[in-house]
């Protein structure tokens, strides 16, 4: 890579950091969560408006901007049909809890903090950002850039559905949207419920989990049952002749179970412990507890694992009663040895006739080869600005790539960067974003850009 031309990258993220934070703050000021649909405003009123702000900014960047119905919109420089491009998105989730007001962009330390700075508000500026020094430079581009704005990432990604049914996919496309370095993989998605076939019996009631996807913090049961004693995970009183159950255990997502511990789990272990259940309600409990008791699916017998991505893991994610009978969800991220069809016998056998198991959702594993030259490309620009050896990465989770022919999630989240404590996550209250990392981000994906603009496709 050219020094110069590092250098001149640099300088133009400099001379324009300022206008970065004014922009990144005008769109924190939206609030963008996804809302009712009203007419055409597909997501509510917050994305559209978040939409046409974003677009207005392009414009005062001196990009084409084009709004598709409010669903998604792109910035655009250059002109040609076959284009590269970037997707990051302008809806959020809700905000509460915060310290100081979401929706106010504040600077402190050396971090912006308001909901979206980092997801995905303050990346979609830096796409912008890098699409105007190739505007301002007068960089003779083989392919168009697009800079896509997306405006239903939290939600059902129907921003990219509709996209890609009325637009030509993108030659290369990288969504910033995730950690650095680069993630060139996602797991298969695999989603099934389970509906028990027998009667309740002396498990008179059980819920717990609050979406499929995430492990529960929490999880109860009604019981018909002699005298119980609580536990350091389960407590047990006395409801008139029943016994009421309440397992607390460690939230999480269903992508990183390692860091949690599934309440259902620890409900189900103690039922059986007690023996509350006997019979075929005891088998059925047996099949929850084989599923429960192991996350890399060992228990059942569903592990797997290849040269891609980490082990196949699978949690239960949600247990209730509907029209007399238990129904359980199960979430699974699996690798490329394994597949959907196979995931559902193995849960049939593991409930051996007593439950029924449909798929509810599978998509497979999604995997870009890490000689593909854009690939490499993006790795190396990324370490020539940050002077580090990195490789890349894969995923349990789905990001926007993975809809993609051609795509990946690059950066900018450091995950492992120490971060002061007033710094909040994404997603999470007091979410922030270091400013000299998001400058360095900018930087890193206009020289990607470059060398992208260098490739055959
Ligand atoms: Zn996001």
Known sequence: MDKKVIED??????????????????????????????????????PAKALKLGLEIAGELGLDTVNCENMIGYAQVGQGEKYLATITHLDVVPSAGWSEDPFTLRRREGFIIGRGVMDDKGPSVLCLYALKYLKDRGVELRYPVRALLGADEESKMQDLDYYLKNYPAPLFCFSPDANFPLCNGEKGIYHARISSRLPLGAVADIRGGVAR????????????????????????????ELWHLCAKGVGGHACHPEDACNAIGLLV???????????????????????????????????????????LTIIGGEIAVENGHIVMTVDSRYPTTSSSDKLTAI???????LADVVK???????????????????VSCYNAVTGENAKPYTIGGGTYARHFPNAVSFGPEHPERPAPDFAGPIHGVDEAACEDWMREALEIYILSLLELEKLDY
């Open 9 to 46: 990258v640099k300088l133009f993220a400099r001379e324009n950091w300022e206008g970065v934070i004014r922009d990144i703050g005008r769109l924190v000021a939206v609030d963008s969560v996804r809302g009712e649909e009203q007419p055409g405003m597909p997501f509510g009123p917050g």
């Open 213 to 240: 996807n995430v492990i529960p913090q929490s999880a109860e049961a009604l019981v018909h049952a002699g005298e119980l004693k609580s536990t350091d995970s389960v407590t047990a009183r006395r409801e008139g």
């Open 269 to 311: 272990n103690y039922i059986l412990e007690n023996d509350i259940v006997s019979g075929e309600e005891k088998e059925l409990f047996l099949g929850m507890q084989r599923l429960h008791s192991d996350y890399y699916g060992r228990g059942i017998g569903a592990q797997a694992s290849d040269d891609k991505f980490e082990p």
């Open 347 to 353: 849960l049939e056998k593991n409930w051996k006739g």
């Open 360 to 378: 509810t959702g599978d998509s497979e594993p999604f995997y870009m080869s890490l000689d593909n030259p854009a690939i490499q490309a993006c």
